[in-house]
């Protein structure tokens, strides 16, 4: 580039927007520009955006226009999610903004040297990239977030990632663990596995997650693999191989699996491919195989077709299966998905079920967190005072700097959602 840049990069969604940001930084870094700590410092203002609420996408909106507003004359890059799923929102809030969908993000330090040059090029669409091996800039310096999969094989009624990420592509076995391996020896001790669902990665590439998992555990040494978000009807086809390679001490025994309802009729509204039985049998099965772990899940209230029956069934089945964490959503509709046209419930309705749903999940997840109590084994330590167990369970230590290092704790007291331990010398 003619003169070094700066660029300013706001992030908003889940890890796999953040592993995104990392890459972006990365790219820009490779081809000279540098990290600027506000707006206004910056040259380039870059805005990773999310589209899985509603409310998130207004918040993007107002922010982007207020950016738009304040620095006319700086460039303003939009990627992520929102500009495929709504490129003519954005567009009529900032008509000068480059795009760039979250599947072309490789593209960013081509287009950041096309805005140097006063060309702005917009970049949407699907696209076969890899995000795999691809220069990176870690936000920690502990934690690699790799993406193993795009897209997913679902067809929600209700999801507008779908809409910007399109369908299931897998990433190569080979270079993921080649990412893990590096990362390794770059002194990274976790590595995050994510993806929009990653219990069906491979499945297009004649694989499977538990497949990946054995290759990646072919590097040598201590660390800890966090699995990311998995579909409950794509975790029973793989249940059986998924806990046998779990039984790994650097596999965490933590399972991310989204049931989204109780109630069979509004799953089947949703087309989630699933019942609520199926999720329970999961459940169960993990349970069976791995009595302390960590199993957390999402739950959507005030679905349009959902009936005060169908709430209680969600209620119920929280209660059955004890969740340790739970995420608790209302329904908001989505431009472009089949849910859009539904009649939605009362407001109030939704706000009073969401105030229930998530006062029981928060009862069920301080009482869960006490099982903890008198535990003992080793934590990664993460930052300062705080370490990681093998089910992925933060544990405030007390006076603690041995950041990056397996120390061995004892939990000596539980006070609410906070899990605190002792080193044991």
């Known amino acids: 580039m003619t003169r070094r840049q700066r660029f300013y990069l706001e992030t908003y969604g889940c890890s796999a927007n953040r592993s995104d940001s990392e890459i972006i930084s990365g790219i820009l870094s490779k081809i000279g520009l540098t990290n600027a700590k506000n707006p206004e410092s910056a040259d380039i203002i870059i805005i990773n955006t999310c589209f899985v609420k509603q409310s ?8 982007i226009a207020e950016l738009h507003n304040k620095f006319p004359d700086k460039n303003l890059i939009i990627t992520g999610c929102m500009p495929d799923a709504i490129s003519g929102k954005i567009k009529k809030t900032a008509p000068k903004a480059t795009l760039i969908s979250t599947n072309q993000i490789k593209m960013i330090g081509f287009a950041a040297e096309s805005l140097a040059k006063g060309l702005r090029l917009d970049l949407l669409g699907s696209s076969k990239t890899e995000k795999i091996c691809l ?39 080979e270079k993921i663990a080649l ?8 002194g990274c001790r976790e590595f995050w596995l994510t993806g929009q669902d990653i219990g069906c990665y491979g499945f297009d590439i004649d694989s499977n997650l538990p497949e990946l998992l054995s290759k990646i555990l072919d590097v040598e040494g201590k660390y800890f693999v966090r699995l990311g978000m998995m579909n409950p009807n794509n975790v029973e086809k793989i249940i059986g191989p998924l806990l046998e390679v779990c039984g790994d001490d650097r596999i965490m025994k933590f399972f991310h699996i989204p049931v989204q309802s109780g109630s069979d009729s509004v799953l089947s509204d949703m087309k989630r491919g699933y019942t609520s039985r199926d999720f329970k049998k999961i459940v169960l099965k993990i349970r069976k195989k791995i009595p302390l772990c960590t199993i957390g899940t999402d739950i959507i209230v005030g679905y349009p077709t959902e ?61 869960q967190t006490k099982k903890w109590i008198n535990w003992s084994g080793e934590v990664l330590v993460t930052q300062e005072g705080i370490g990681k167990n093998f089910a992925h369970r933060e544990i405030i230590l007390d006076k603690n700097d041995n950041v990056g290092e397996f120390v061995n704790v004892r939990v000596e007291r539980v006070e609410g959602l906070k899990i605190y331990g002792d080193l044991k010398i």
Do not use: H
């Not at 990412?179 to 770059?186: G, H, N, P, Q």
């Open 56 to 63: 998130t996408e207004s918040k993007i909106l107002r922010r």
């Open 135 to 173: 220069p990176k800039m870690r936000k920690n310096n502990l934690t690699d977030i790799i993406q193993i999969c795009s897209g997913c094989l679902g067809s929600c009624s209700y999801c507008g990632t779908k809409i910007a990420k399109g369908g299931l592509q897998s990433y190569p076995p």
């Open 179 to 186: 990412a893990v391996r590096s990362a390794y020896y770059s």
């Open 307 to 367: 009936t005060v029956i169908d709430f209680e069934k969600t209620l119920e089945l929280l209660r059955k299966t004890k969740p340790d964490w739970t995420n608790v959503s209302k329904f908001t509709k989505r431009d472009g998905t089949l849910a859009q046209n539904l009649k939605p419930l009362d407001s109030a309705i939704v706000k009073t079920r969401s105030e229930i749903a998530s006062k029981l999940a928060k009862e069920i997840q301080i009482e």
